[in-house]
């Protein structure tokens, strides 16, 4: 379902509601085997793009153990988009298509050296994959930085034993059919992480 098609079943206007419930692995559940979490095994695809293939809510992670499986040193799950809100539009016009805010939960276990992990979550590392195949990077624009959920992001510096609640405010183009997360602290051709709109 392409972005146009998810703000026809939302509605344009918020409901008031400035926060998405996301799935809070506690630290016993980040410790259990991953068959005991339905979130950490939804979807362990790859895509054509080397990017691994996640469904909204779904535990995603860096630093983890060997094979892959939770722990990681940093977990995050991002959550279904909403409309964003109390976006000035007097100024500022999106310049892709639409105003989304996705929610952003982040965890960081103790003890975890977390320079390597700076400016992780930027609008930078997020691109879109349009319908016709091709991939539109740095969906952001000004209009995006002057809605309500960007004042609530998830901040550059992280600290170790912490967890972050927040958003990623982007400005969507209305044709995308996928959202690309490549943070800069990824290898190249290490991939990253996707999901389907």
């Given at each position: 379902?392409?972005?146009?098609?998810?703000?026809?079943?939302?509605?344009?206007?918020?409901?008031?509601q400035?926060?998405?419930?996301?799935?809070?692995?506690?630290?016993?559940?980040?410790?259990?085997?991953?068959?005991?979490?339905?979130?950490?095994?939804?979807n362990?695809?790859?895509?054509?793009?080397?990017?691994?293939?996640?469904?909204?809510?779904?535990r995603?992670?860096?630093?983890?153990?060997?094979?892959?499986?939770?722990?990681?040193?940093?977990?995050?799950?991002?959550?279904?988009?909403?409309p964003?809100?109390?976006?000035?539009?007097?100024?500022y016009?999106?310049?892709?298509?639409?105003?989304?805010?996705?929610?952003?939960?982040?965890?960081?276990?103790?003890?975890?050296?977390?320079?390597?992990?700076?400016?992780?979550?930027?609008?930078?590392?997020?691109?879109?994959?349009?319908?016709?195949?091709?991939?539109?990077?740095?969906?952001t624009?000004?209009?995006?930085?002057?809605?309500?959920?960007?004042?609530?992001?998830?901040?550059?510096?992280?600290?170790?034993?912490?967890?972050?609640?927040?958003?990623?405010?982007?400005?969507?183009?209305?044709?995308?059919?996928?959202?690309?997360?490549?943070?800069?602290?990824?290898?190249?051709?290490?991939?990253?992480w996707?999901?389907?709109?």
């Amino acid at each position: 379902m392409g972005v146009a098609s998810f703000l026809f079943a939302v509605g344009c206007s918020s409901d008031g509601q400035t926060t998405a419930e996301l799935d809070r692995p506690t630290q016993q559940a980040a410790t259990s085997e991953s068959t005991s979490s339905p979130t950490a095994t939804a979807n362990t695809g790859e895509s054509p793009r080397g990017n691994k293939v996640k469904a909204f809510d779904e535990r995603a992670g860096l630093g983890c153990e060997s094979g892959g499986g939770f722990p990681c040193e940093v977990e995050f799950v991002v959550g279904a988009p909403i409309p964003a809100s109390e976006c000035s539009t007097t100024q500022y016009q999106p310049e892709f298509g639409s105003i989304l805010a996705f929610p952003i939960r982040v965890e960081i276990l103790p003890g975890v050296n977390v320079a390597q992990y700076m400016g992780m979550f930027t609008p930078d590392s997020f691109s879109a994959v349009l319908e016709s195949g091709v991939t539109i990077p740095e969906i952001t624009s000004p209009a995006a930085w002057v809605c309500a959920e960007s004042n609530n992001s998830i901040p550059s510096q992280l600290s170790p034993a912490s967890t972050y609640e927040g958003f990623m405010v982007l400005d969507v183009p209305t044709d995308s059919t996928t959202i690309v997360f490549q943070p800069v602290v990824m290898e190249p051709g290490q991939g990253g992480w996707e999901w389907p709109l």
